[in-house]
Every structure is written in structure tokens, then in C-alpha cells.
Nanobody
Framework: QVQLVESGGGLVQAGGSLRLSCIAS???????????MGWYRQAPGKQRELVAT???????NYADSVKGRFAISRGANTRTMYLDMYNLLPEDTAVYFC??????????????????WGQGTQVTVSS
């Protein structure tokens, strides 16, 4: 099993910047590989929506609403993912979640893929 932990959320004024981080850590077994990772967000009263994704070979994809303002990246150790957010708008206010498709292995079982989510970090942008 793997745990994803987000950090870096907070309160910022419109036009400001924030950097979110997501770290994958092993709870049991081992990580064989981490495929696509992504950031999603959910505003009050709305459905969870895609913000950005990044594949193992660093191919990125962004929601139209954040293109040109947000940048997703992965750390050198590949277990860390970042979301740099610039020129934040009040409509960016939401709980941001990281997601990762991870292949894990453990004693007595073959490697298997799983979809893991973090607990979320709050981003609030004031006008």
C-alpha cells in the first residue's frame, strides 16, 4: 500500500502564487513504478475536476482553465510531484488532491497497479 501526502496549500491574494507538493510513500510492500500522476480539485458544491496530469515520461496535460498559469512537474526521485500555480484567481479556490497510478509489489503477490489519492490540501484565493 502507498500513501500520498499533499502540502503547500494556503491563503493567497488574487494574482499570487503557490507551490503544491505531493509525495508518495510506502506503507507496506514496495513501489515498482509510478505511472501517471495528476492534480485534481474540488470546489464547494462542485464535482472534482482535472487540473493537470504528468506521465512517467513527463508528458503533461492541463485543463483549459489553468493553461499558461499552472505548471506540473515531477521530482528527480519520481515519487514527488509538484504544481506551481501562478496568477491565482478566486475561482481557483478549492481542495486540491493528488492522484497517482502506482504499481506495487509485496511478499507473495505479483506486481499490481492501483489508483491512489491523497487527503487534499486547501487553496483559498481572496479577491
Amino acid at each position: 500500500q502507498v500513501q500520498l501526502v499533499e502540502s503547500g496549500g494556503g491563503l493567497v491574494q488574487a494574482g499570487g502564487s503557490l507551490r503544491l507538493s505531493c509525495i508518495a510513500s510506502v506503507v507496506s510492500g514496495s513501489i515498482v513504478s509510478i505511472d501517471t500522476m495528476g492534480w485534481y480539485r474540488q470546489a464547494p458544491g462542485k464535482q472534482r475536476e482535472l487540473v493537470a496530469t504528468i506521465t512517467e515520461d513527463s508528458t503533461t496535460n492541463y485543463a483549459d482553465s489553468v493553461k499558461g498559469r499552472f505548471a506540473i512537474s515531477r521530482g528527480a526521485n519520481t515519487r514527488t510531484m509538484y504544481l506551481d500555480m501562478y496568477n491565482l484567481l478566486p475561482e481557483d479556490t478549492a481542495v486540491y488532491f493528488c492522484d497517482a497510478r502506482i504499481i506495487t509489489a509485496g511478499a507473495g503477490r505479483l506486481p499490481e497497479p492501483g489508483d491512489y489519492w491523497g487527503q487534499g490540501t486547501q487553496v483559498t484565493v481572496s479577491s
